[in-house]
């Protein structure tokens, strides 16, 4: 047996001279060894404790209010809904509260146990205290850090070929002053966050050093209907930023007109070109009175009628729309993670922004702003009122609000989630499942099989399951519905260079796992 030589501090002969010690290199190996079993098994408690931990606040149950007047075993329990907002009196959220009403919310305050905040304001600096330490049952409307898409001057300032071409005041002004120089024929509006004020000026009347303002080219060649000029509303809804995913309500559109033609054009007069408060509606537009009123078309359906029978196709204007919608939230996603940072869970928030777009002559796509609370009253326009509460019923379905049997990982038993989503449910690729991937999770498309998934993963693939058994009207943005069913059948792995580019690694899997389902149910494809 090797031995090897080890001097120990004190140790002596009867001579007074220092003696060696000969330690078995095997005693090192065995020690190595131990330390490693032992960093191993506490690796192992921690990922039990953490499964443990999961599993018990996925079987929560916790007590919901009773109905007020209503005591012992007859009290039947309801969902509490609280809704903060200035002056909520005028009636502005009068759609929310009927929607909530008809699936059986009560209304509650902050003293309550409420299951859903819906707060028209960005509540993550008024309401603070009541969001650091959120029940894990506990839904809000907004995501933190929304403010990074919502905010005009942020979304202007980004760089993309939908995005008409902005500056940030005063920090832009060299640039602003060597691009002019170039686009001499430029027409441009000054802006806030505020959205008041918009009015096109030379380039000798805007004001360089306004703080908080930015400059942006203007549309000078809008698409017209009946002379006017208007924009399209699209309800986006986000319900995960870590897997991503994003919505459209595809079942009807905002559009609203401005209330004086466009030509002759007149810079001056704000109504030609600038839709405010006092928009004409669409129903008022003669081209399109028959089809909305008299067909009972939507919106949507109304604007498509037209402009087929003008000889285009309106097809490619919403695919260019999702694209822009897509394209933005995948610039804002990092910005979006870190801002959620300092929530125990994100799963806890859902957001619906509209996102408004102008067209140009040729049909082109500009996206001029998203409103993080936008408009749902119809004091205006009485008609509004079915776009409105269409948009609230198919945003509340979708995030597993508006059902009789509600989804709530944390509040729900194994039955009542099983009944709705069960681990058969969220099942995909069986011949890779019971090929290659049978023996490694190492693979990124085993990640997604069933003995290969994380608590967290399987969280997110039966969140997502639910989503779109509940979607309604509404259509998946991100993950993109790349492509149906028959290609679906033909993708490999191997294809996956093509398919996920500049994406996250979790928004992989997500999209492996739709394509997954997409071969095995065709819905899932679209």
């Given at each position: ?455 967290d993963l399987k969280q997110s693939l039966k969140t ?54 997409c071969r095995l149910d065709a819905s899932f494809c679209?």
């Open positions: 047996m090797d031995y090897i030589a080890v001097g120990l501090r004190g140790d002596f002969d009867q001579h007074g001279r220092r003696y060696r010690l000969r330690t078995p290199k095997l005693i090192y190996v065995i020690v190595a060894i131990l330390v490693i079993g032992v960093i191993l098994t506490l690796l192992n408690i921690y990922e039990l404790h953490k499964m443990k931990e999961d599993h018990s606040m996925h079987h929560s149950w916790v007590s919901e209010p009773e109905i007020e007047g209503k005591t012992g075993n007859n009290a039947k329990k309801m969902s509490v809904l609280w809704v903060t907002g200035k002056k909520k009196e005028s009636g502005y959220l009068r759609h929310v509260y009927n929607v909530f009403d008809r699936i059986g919310y009560v209304i509650g305050n902050e003293n309550s146990d409420w299951e859903v905040l819906w707060a028209h304001d960005y509540p993550f600096v008024s309401l603070s205290k009541h969001l650091s330490d959120l029940k894990p049952y506990q839904k809000v409307n907004h995501f933190p850090g929304s403010g990074y898409i919502t905010n005009k001057a942020s979304l202007a300032a980004t760089k993309m070929d939908f995005i008409p071409t902005a500056f940030k005041m005063p920090t832009d002004k060299r640039n602003f002053t060597q691009y002019i120089k170039k686009h001499v024929d430029t027409m441009w509006v000054q802006k806030s966050n505020n959205h008041r004020g918009i009015q096109i000026k030379s380039v000798k009347d805007l004001n360089l050093n306004l703080e908080g303002t930015f400059i942006q080219e203007y549309v000078a060649k809008p698409y017209l209907i009946d002379g006017r000029k208007f924009d399209i509303g699209i309800y986006t809804i986000l319900t995960s930023i870590n897997p991503l995913r994003v919505y459209t309500v595809d079942g009807d559109v905002l559009f609203r007109f401005c209330p004086k033609n466009y030509y002759p054009f007149d810079p001056k007069d704000r109504a030609k070109y600038v839709v405010g408060d006092d928009y004409t509606p669409m129903w008022q537009i003669p081209s399109l009175k028959k089809a909305f009123k008299d067909m009972d078309f939507s919106f949507k359906e109304t604007f498509n009628h037209h402009v087929r029978e003008t000889g285009k196709n309106p097809d490619k204007v919403w695919s260019d729309i999702k694209f822009a919608i897509l394209t933005v939230y995948k610039d804002k996603e990092s910005k979006l993670i870190d801002a959620a940072r300092k929530y125990k869970s994100s799963r806890q928030f859902f957001e619906m922004v509209r996102f408004d777009f102008v067209l140009d002559e040729d049909l082109k796509v500009y996206l001029m702003e998203a409103n993080m609370s936008p408009n749902l009253s119809s004091s205006h326009f009485k008609e509004n009122k079915i776009l409105y509460e269409h948009v609230i019923f198919n945003l509340l379905g979708l995030v597993g609000l508006a059902r009789s049997v509600i989804f709530n990982h944390y509040k729900s038993s194994d039955d009542m989630i099983n009944m709705q989503v069960s681990d058969k449910d969220i099942a995909v690729f069986p011949e890779i499942c019971s090929g290659p991937c049978s023996q490694s999770c190492f693979q990124i498309e085993c990640k997604v099989c069933h003995k290969c998934l994380t608590v997502a399951y639910v989503e779109h058994v509940n979607r309604g009207s509404c259509r998946r943005v991100f993950p993109p519905p790349i492509m149906n069913q028959h290609q679906a059948l033909k993708w490999t792995i191997e294809k996956a260079d093509q398919t996920f580019q500049n994406i996250r690694q979790k928004n992989q899997i997500m999209q492996i796992w739709f394509i997954g389902k679209i």
